[in-house]
């Protein structure tokens, strides 16, 4: 791709520059002997990125480079009846304008459900999936505000962006479906016409005999809970930029992506060209946490004009764009009902839910799936019946973020808890413990299916021993009630809130990793795992580190890159360290062996009497007895002077592809201690605590970091963030002024703790922590108001928590009261 | 999210930018610190053929205490503001009100002018202005005149300054030694425009009664204004609990507040009842 | 119509042709290849695009090229001393105060203004200032425990 090549170079220099610095900055020195796993060693990503040569994808610039302005959508509904170009195809530096009719007769329709469910699941929960498969760009509808009508490309953004502004819209207004319960009735206006209705799927999965435990239950509790529609929003927004190279015939595609081999997959399928023929590279990426978790329209638009035009074209998501067209998330409304004894152990628990997906529904039912197989929590409950609908909506389509369905569970089933403490005057935190799964209990089979279709089994752990692990954090919960007591004397009201989970990590099918010996003996890994800034690059090295007795800066990394391996799944669902410490382990396991050989070739000994030593092969208990991986890297090598054993393979790599047997469970509980203003219904956190359980801690430090920016991200939802719309579909969390983000003010000081079950379906005995913190916040900060706010018996049963909602619910029961 | 094509000018006299603006008819705005104009801009909701930079523009950017109050040139920064040590005793509410301007960044270039020419409701300066009976002085082709602040805004985002004019300058009236003052509001964050928020001064006599009380309301309106039934309630009486109850009352009762995404015109209305109690309290 | 503008960028002078509309923020990026200043929300919320203009720390989202003409700007490439790292830029190391590191940049610059004053600021002073930038990632208390070490490294120099 000699094209390509050229336009790289200044790209690809910086890139090395950055490879180098952070191995001069970065030399990290252990004492011996000592695993890396463990360690909290500093990032090697972070000198790149501190000094302003991070390579994101709105830094890619490539010669000749066109740009791309996207006409969308102004309102919810609408038929379109014509959409003119003619004035923005006119317009200074334009080079392209297509609209969906174009675009209808250039390439073939959009491919069916992108997230293939395993046969496995299929034949074991009953369920109805209709997808309408969104088109590149609307076509005889418009489903939602912000959704893309027409493109213009152009000389520059400035220039696209005056272009697209004269694209004129023809539009024949429909009712805005913006309510989901409204948009089941009968009457109501289909969103999508090859549809019979607005309900898009449905599923039901059930446990045990619910009907006669609730029947017979000493008491019930019912209730409908909102967990409401909020977002990713990266400080990134997405971007794209592509190029088509004309000698060969392929395609370079750079996206912001969490999963590019996925993209590969979908881009070949749309635009007609084998997979080989397709480069996906994700570059520094701002953020993610699941918002660019799924392949969208953008990502296969821009190839397919990068060909039209013959030119490197880039499209950057700007802010209003991402609030209006990158998914939202959440946005379930649940009534649920729990049947409880006198001691407040759960005898049934049974939910109904719909979940508003938006106008379109990208992923399926993966986030209500999630939702349901979670909702059980870490309790024992021995009968529950959950079924769900999701339900089309105008709206931005609703796609998994942080959490993924599991917070809407929490919501529901963490309230019940405190609703049965309070029902029998019981604590929380007791009620909790009744119910919670023991140790002893491990592993525990909770006879639902996981969305891979194999039946849940929790596989260790103290779930107990976790909450109050984060009660004690807080100050213990004899000295909070005697505080609390004070402060209520004081006219002050403190309360305590708890949320617990549990969560499914690191699901198939598969993440692979090709681990090769360098010529220069240093390891060198590629996978199909894509950071957006977890860390991987660090966390990865520590774990190849310690596989091959090497130092972290001996390895090299090469992720979110489809050149790099051949196949990947990508980095969504809490899933790469879990994944990926699997293959890389796997992957490492069968190279020694043949490095091994070869050594024993070189050494002249046995394969028994070799082990790895400080970055050589060595044979054991013989100082100075040794070659380095280098010499048996050449050594490997082809030709005529190999020193390989007779009849081995040349070439020092090896492929792994790690097929978990189904998801290991971490989970958390989570302790806030609020004070609530009355007057203004605003909540302060005075202290937040979390325990919780990852399996193998592989960076404590980065750990640490993945748990306190998932809780606030929590935080935020559970207090401030919303994408809220009104009656007409209009969307009115468009910008950073109204999509309240936490700031430093708004966040108290978290203490976590780790409680370390190592898993045993993996090799690392790793489990997954990138969502887990933004699961409970929401739940945890209700209960938290409800406790504070006790003695009005107000139940917070639906997020954001908005100041004017505390207001409102006192001041409705201090007249109820009156 | 680029701005809209546009020409630039930076006069360097009030003459000749009042000229470019007329010439302009209509089609141009003028460029103070641009904290408000380049965001409205960027969502292309302003598209002005011209913006009229007046950074260039001598003797805008002067703070002057004298014996009739504080002249602050419209170009003045709230950074100026908040780092002037002589207002901190000349206007020390104008200086607990900069606490709550946007942000530390915005601060740094947003200016006094440009903040009463946006006219925002929710914003902290406007309601200062209006509440401590502020002077401004603006200039234009028929030369300069004053306006008083109460009588300045015409509604949310609109004011009643003619098409060629400019502001140059705002007169807060002198501080008197005692005086005492309150400033409150609440916003979801810090930084964020008020929901609610009350700023109020009153002086007392020997008897510790109540003495021109000056209550203004931000946020939770149209535009500025004072509460008159609220001053009312306690002019010319000693504060106490029961008081400050009823003024706030009265307040609460005598705003009319616009509902958004942040909060309904009833919940607004309690905000301010609980802003200005707890102003009365801090003074 | 575009113009001649002369910046100093970090002691440097770049001399670009750019539109008046043109912000601070896409000259830097894109006509001086300083892609280090990063654009979060471009409606002077997010902070990313933070830079040093004259001593004083600014939305480069918020104001035009042809503004910052003849005005001393610094960015976050012009914030290390060659090889060396500034103590601030250590602190975010040692504090693990990024992780995706698209905010990183202007909470830099923010800060660097900050501990860089003369009369640096308290922890309050801190909390409120650093409350002007949005970081999705990190929550914020590695932000400010690292802004706070800096502090007090760059007075112990």
Redesign the interface.
């Known amino acids: 791709m000699t094209s390509l090549d050229g336009g790289m170079g200044h790209y690809t220099d910086r890139l090395l520059h950055c490879e180098n610095a952070v191995s001069?900055?970065f030399a990290f020195h252990p004492v011996d002997g000592q695993p890396f796993v463990g360690q909290s060693i500093?990032?090697r990503?972070?000198?790149r990125?501190?000094?302003?040569?991070?390579q994101?994808i709105?830094?890619l610039?490539l010669p000749g480079m066109l740009h791309v302005a996207f006409v969308r959508s102004p309102v919810a509904h609408a038929r379109i009846v014509n959409v003119d170009l003619s004035a923005a195809e006119r317009a200074p530096g334009v080079h392209l304008a297509v609209c969906g009719a174009d675009l209808l007769r250039a390439l073939p329709p959009v491919q069916d459900q992108q997230l293939p469910l395993p046969a496995k699941w299929k034949t074991t929960v009953s369920h109805k999936i209709f997808d309408p498969r969104q088109p590149l760009l609307a076509i005889d509808r418009v489903r939602h505000v912000g959704e893309a009508v027409a493109v213009v490309i152009a000389e520059s953004?400035?220039l696209a962006?005056?272009a697209a502004?004269r694209v004129v819209l023809e539009l024949e207004s429909l009712p805005a479906q913006v309510d989901p319960e409204a948009a089941l009735a009968a009457d109501a206006v289909v969103i999508h016409q090859n549809a019979s209705s607005n309900q898009l799927a449905e599923f039901a999965i059930a446990k045990g005999d619910v009907e006669s435990a609730m029947a017979s239950a000493p008491h019930r509790i019912k209730r409908r809970f909102y967990h409401h529609r909020y977002a990713a929003?990266?400080?990134?927004?997405r971007g794209v930029a592509a190029q088509f190279d004309e000698r060969t015939g392929s395609y370079t595609i750079w996206s912001s992506t969490q999963v590019v081999h996925w993209l590969r997959r979908e881009a070949s399928q749309t635009l007609g060209v084998p997979e080989a023929r397709i480069h996906c590279i994700a570059p520094?990426?701002?953020?993610g946490?699941g918002g660019k978790g799924h392949v969208y329209p953008e990502d296969l638009l821009i190839p397919f004009l990068a060909h039209q035009v013959r030119r490197p074209v880039k499209w950057i998501e700007?802010?209003?764009e991402h609030q209006q067209s990158a998914c939202h998330s959440r946005d379930q409304i649940h009534d649920a009902e729990v049947g409880f004894d006198n001691e407040g152990r759960v005898l049934a628990l049974r939910d109904a839910f719909i979940m508003d997906c938006g106008a379109w529904n990208p992923v399926g039912v993966g986030i209500p799936y999630n939702t349901a197989s979670h909702l059980c929590g870490p309790y024992d409950v021995p009968n529950a019946a959950i079924s769900a609908r999701v339900v089309a909506t105008n709206k931005v389509p609703n796609a998994p973020y942080r959490g993924a369905g599991r917070p809407e569970a929490a919501l529901v089933t963490e309230r019940l808890m405190d609703l049965i403490a309070h029902t029998l005057g019981l604590e929380p935190m007791e009620v909790r413990r009744r119910n919670m799964v023991s140790a002893q209990q491990m592993p525990y089979p909770v006879h639902l299916p996981y969305r891979d279709g194999v039946s849940i089994v929790y596989d260790g752990g103290d779930y107990p021993g976790a909450l109050q692990k984060a009660v004690d954090a807080i100050g213990g919960l004899p000295a909070f009630r005697a505080e609390q007591a004070a402060a209520r004397a004081q006219g002050r009201y403190l309360g305590l809130g708890l949320g617990s989970y549990t969560e499914g990590t690191g699901v198939g099918p598969f993440e692979g990793a090709s681990v090769r010996i360098d010529p220069s003996g240093r390891l060198y890994v590629a996978a199909g795992s894509c950071p957006?800034?977890?860390?991987m690059e660090t966390i990865f090295a520590q774990i190849t580190a310690d596989q091959w007795q090497v130092k972290p800066e001996q390895v090299m990394l090469t992720l979110a890159d489809t050149g790099a391996i051949s196949m990947g799944f990508g980095t969504v669902a809490s899933r790469s360290t879990v994944n990926l410490s699997a293959a890389i382990h796997e992957a490492s396991t069968r190279l020694r062996k043949k490095v091994f050989a070869i050594a024993a070739n070189l050494l002249e000994c046995a394969d028994e009497d070799l082990e790895l030593r400080n970055g050589t092969v060595a044979i054991k208990g013989v100082p100075g007895k040794s070659v380095s991986l280098a010499d048996v890297a050449r050594a490997s090598r082809p030709g005529w002077d190999s020193k390989r054993p007779a009849g081995m393979d040349a070439g020092l790599e090896e492929t792994y592809y790690w097929e978990p047997s189904t998801v290991t469970w971490s989970y958390a509980s989570h302790a806030a201690v609020v004070e609530v203003d009355l007057?203004?219904?605003?909540v302060k956190i005075l202290r937040y605590a979390i325990a919780h359980d990852c399996g193998v801690v592989v960076n404590p430090?980065?750990a640490?970091?993945q748990i306190?920016?998932g809780?606030?991200?929590g935080i935020g939802g559970g207090l401030?963030e919303?994408m809220?719309y009104d009656s007409e579909g209009q969307l009115?969390?468009g910008?950073?002024?109204?999509y309240?983000?936490?700031?430093?003010?708004?966040?108290p000081?978290?203490t976590v703790i780790h409680q370390e079950t190592p898993s045993t379906l993996n090799p690392l005995g790793v489990k997954g922590l990138g969502e887990g913190g933004a699961i409970s916040p929401p739940v945890a900060l209700a209960n938290a108001v409800c406790d504070a706010l006790s003695e009005y018996g107000i139940e917070i049963n639906s997020t954001p928590i908005r100041?004017?909602a505390i207001?409102?619910a006192v001041?409705t029961a201090r007249a109820s009261h009156a | 999210?680029?701005?809209?094509?546009l020409d630039y000018a930076l006069p360097r006299s009030l003459d000749e930018a009042i000229a470019l603006l007329s010439e302009s008819e209509g089609q141009a705005k003028l460029l103070a610190g641009g904290q408000s104009l380049m965001?409205t801009l960027a969502?292309?909701l302003a598209t002005p053929a011209l913006l009229i930079d007046l950074a260039a523009i001598p003797g805008l950017d002067r703070i002057e205490i004298t014996a009739a109050g504080v002249r602050l040139g419209a170009r003045v920064r709230w950074v100026d503001i908040e780092q002037s040590e002589p207002l901190r005793t000349a206007h020390p509410l104008l200086v607990a009100a900069m606490a709550h301007v946007a942000h530390y960044q915005i601060r740094n270039r947003g200016t006094v002018g440009g903040s009463l020419a946006h006219a925002d409701p929710a914003a902290e300066w406007p309601g200062l202005c209006v509440t401590c009976d502020a002077i401004i002085e603006v200039i234009g082709p028929a030369g300069s005149r004053l306006i008083e602040a109460g009588a300045f805004f015409s509604g949310p985002l609109s004011t009643h300054l003619a098409e060629a004019e400019i502001i140059t300058s705002i007169t807060l009236p002198a501080w008197p030694r005692g005086r005492r003052w309150g400033f409150q509001e609440?916003s979801?964050?810090?930084?964020?425009?008020a929901l609610a928020g009350i700023a109020l001064h009153y002086d007392t006599d020997a008897a510790g009664r109540v003495l021109d009380p000056h209550i203004g309301v931000i946020g939770a309106c149209h535009s500025p204004h004072r509460l008159r039934a609220a001053e009312q309630a306690i002019s010319g009486q000693v504060l106490d609990d029961v008081l400050i109850e009823a003024c706030a009352q009265a307040g609460s009762a005598e705003v009319d507040p616009p509902t958004?995404?942040?909060?309904?015109a009833r919940?607004r209305r309690?905000?301010v009842?609980?802003m200005l109690?707890r102003a009365l309290q801090q003074a | 119509m575009k113009q001649p503008i002369t910046l100093q960028v970090n002691q440097n002078t770049y001399d670009i042709e750019a539109?008046p509309?043109?912000t601070l923020a896409d000259a830097l990026?894109?006509d001086c290849g300083?892609?280090?200043?990063?654009?979060?929300?471009?409606?002077g919320?997010?902070g990313?695009c933070t830079v040093i203009v004259d001593g004083d720390p600014m939305r480069a989202c918020l104001m035009f090229a042809v503004q910052a003409e003849g005005r001393a700007i610094r960015?976050?490439?012009g914030?290390?001393a060659g090889?060396t790292?500034h103590p601030l830029?250590q602190a975010?190391?040692?504090h693990?105060a990024?992780?995706?590191?698209?905010?990183?940049?202007g909470f830099?610059m923010l800060a660097t203004s900050l501990i860089e004053r003369a009369d640096p600021p308290d922890d309050q002073e801190l909390?409120?200032a650093?409350?002007?930038?949005?970081?999705?990632?990190?929550?914020?208390?590695?932000?400010?425990n690292a802004v706070r070490a800096a502090s007090v490294a760059l007075r112990q120099r």
């Open positions: 001069a900055s500093p990032r990503e972070d000198a990125l501190l000094i302003g040569r991070g994101y709105n830094d610039a953004r400035y962006e005056d502004e929003v990266p400080m990134e927004c520094d990426v701002g953020g946490f700007d802010r209003r957006q800034g977890q860390g007057a203004l219904g605003r430090m980065l640490e970091g306190i920016g809780a606030v991200q401030m919303e809220a009115l969390s910008s950073f002024m109204d309240l983000l936490p700031t430093a003010s708004d966040v000081s978290i100041p004017e207001w409102q001041k | 999210m680029k701005l809209p094509p965001p969502f292309r609440f979801r964050r810090r930084g964020d425009f958004d995404l942040h909060g309904s919940y309690a905000l009842h609980a109690s | 539109e509309r043109r990026r894109e300083l892609t280090g200043t990063h654009l979060g929300c471009e409606h919320v997010c990313a960015t976050v490439e914030l290390a090889a790292l830029q975010f190391i040692d693990h990024l992780q995706c590191g698209f905010c990183t940049a830099l909390l409120d650093l409350s002007s930038n949005l970081c999705r990632c990190t929550g914020y208390k590695n932000i400010v």
